[in-house]
Nanobody, 122 residues
């Protein structure tokens, strides 16, 4: 069982930066791949980024490549999403998730955080 809690969201101006954190409970955190998804108002969940259990393999949605960086600290049971050059279209509720393997598919993740709001003003 893994419980996930996101933090670090908020309001930022166009072009600004935020770093999201996702703290996990449970002794088996290091065995899970971790992902970030987002949901904007009136839209479906969208894949953002994912990282494998060891941290050596990552994947990104095309629109965030070069702007967002996912990383993990297994000693701290935490996964991060550094978001730079933020745009108004990045505004959404961001969710972290844990699953058995790296995937961009929402259904492949077993555990989810409650989500945190990120708002980018123009």
């Amino acid at each position: 069982q893994v419980q996930l809690v996101e933090s670090g969201g908020g309001l930022v101006q166009d072009g600004g930066s935020l770093r999201l954190s996702c703290a996990a409970s449970g002794r088996t955190f290091s065995s899970y791949a971790m992902g970030w998804f987002r949901q904007a108002p009136g839209k479906e969940h969208e894949f953002v980024a994912a990282i494998n259990w060891r941290g050596g393999i990552t994947d990104y949605e095309d629109s965030v490549k070069g702007r967002f960086t996912i990383s993990r600290g297994n000693a701290k049971n935490t996964v991060y999403l550094q978001m730079n050059s933020l745009r108004p279209e990045d505004t959404a509720v961001y969710f972290c998730a844990a699953g058995p393997s790296l995937s961009s598919t929402r259904a492949r993740y077993n555990y989810w955080g409650q989500g945190i709001q990120v708002t980018v003003s123009s």
